[in-house]
């Protein structure tokens, strides 16, 4: 029979086995000089890939692993390679935006594979991509209309209808993980104005809908994220303020709140259950990033990580949660400090309940030798 000593010599290799994995950690992501300002827009399944953007004028956007760093998207590349990077698989091994008026998408090993628009529509962009990488959501781009679809590696376009026949503005902005849900806005665009819009979800099987909003307020809402399997979608509520919400049906809205001290909120990326909500909360100018989960409801970014282990560094101020990995772990956004501009960040912090896992595996091992 192991002894507690023995026992406690298991846990210890375990735990060298998955330290590197579960040490927290936090990387700021800079721009091509220290004026340019960097975000986060996506991040694959593990967050060892993720997608940004920078304000530059040579790279608007770029990829980074932890291997390779930031490599960014020239502005300039040669035609038929992708030029803007807009979202990454949950593999992380497809890349897809889009490249003058053609959507694009880049794997490992081959030449970026352009997609044209379909007959009607001078332009085309991919703004999601499933877990596998083979179904994208697209928006179509026309001179007096826009429009949403699912494209299929095998199959082609599904062009999906506006909620009514008189809208003519639509704008997805992510794709579930298992390929059948859209999300994203659509609406009214007369001339210059801005657009009257409407969170709105699209189906695979051509069901559309527009989200409602919170009880009190007008009728705009905005959808930025949903779950892998699109029963959970997520973005705010537009009124007297914006408030951060989400959705379990196109009727059925929850109001998060607001952080104490600021005046409106919104989520813009979730895990891939539904269940860690991040986003930013604001006032006037100021703005500070935040997670929600049932058990917390809202806090501080940097609180929620320092209770998992991370400490923000001092004099970094995280603004805004952007992505989130499908597991829970890895969080992308924006962070500024006195002295730095808008920068992108990944910070990582073990799954929940990681540090004890070792212990209890040793625990299992020695009684199954009893």
Known sequence: ??????????????????AANAAPSITFIRGITDRNNTSITALSGDGRVAVGYADSATATTWTWTQETGRVDILNAAPA?????????SRDGNTVVGFTGSLASIRSPGTADQTVAPPSGYRGVQARGVSANGGTLVMNL?????????????????????????SENYAVPFALSDDGNTIVGISGVQIG???????????RRDGAVASLRSLPGTQDETRAFAVSADG?????DSLGIRTEACYWTSPTQSVGLGVLPGFS?????????????LGGSSRFGPFSTAFIWTQELGMVTAASYLAGRGLQIPAG?????????????????????????????????????????FPFAVALTMARRRR
């Open 316 to 356: 970094w101020n995280l603004r805004s949660v952007t992505a989130i990995s499908a597991d829970g772990t890895t969080f992308g956004g924006i962070a500024s400090s006195a002295t730095t501009p808008e920068t992108a960040f990944i910070a990582r912090v073990p799954a929940t309940g990681l540090a004890l």
């Open 1 to 18: 029979m192991e002894t507690l000593t023995q026992v406690a010599a298991v846990a210890a290799c375990l735990l060298t086995s998955v």
């Open 231 to 235: 029963s959970i979608i997520a973005g």
């Open 80 to 88: 038929g390679q992708m030029r803007w990077a807009d979202s990454v």
């Open 141 to 165: 781009i026309a001179t007096t209309r826009e429009r949403v679809a699912f494209w299929d590696r095998t199959g082609g376009y599904t062009i999906m209808p506006n909620v009514t026949a």
């Open 264 to 276: 409106d909120s919104s989520v813009l990326a979730l895990d891939s259950a539904g269940t860690i």
């Open 192 to 202: 210059n104005n801005d657009p009257t819009h409407s969170g709105t979800v699209w």
